[in-house]
């Protein structure tokens, strides 16, 4: 069971590098700055979910000393604030382009 979720994550981790990869080029090459906003935003939550997903991955991988448990809970918590801030952006271009 425990290597059906290591792969799981290292799976969903290669989605999110890939897809904010794809979010970062759009957002380079859009000339609209709602359209950029709203691209760039997206990018913020598949990083966040990515360091989610990387400290996800170090908990099952990595074995308890101190170094490995700092390093999880940062990810954890930088990747949870990029989610969130991600969605506020996300939010914010969206009521943008409903009134424009």
Do not use: H, W
């Given at each position: ?37 709203r ?35 940062l ?26």
């Amino acid at each position: 069971m425990i290597i059906l979720i290591k792969y799981l994550l290292f799976v969903l981790l290669v989605v999110f590098v890939i897809g904010a990869a794809v979010f970062s080029l759009s957002s380079r090459r859009a000339a609209d700055p709602a359209v950029k906003g709203r691209k760039r935003s997206v990018m913020n939550v598949m990083q966040g979910a990515m360091l989610v997903t990387l400290a996800l991955m170090s908990m099952f991988l990595f074995r308890g000393s101190t170094v490995s448990i700092i390093v999880e809970a940062l990810f954890l918590v930088i990747g949870i604030f990029n989610i969130f801030s991600g969605l506020r952006s996300y939010g914010y271009y969206n009521r943008i382009r409903s009134k424009g």
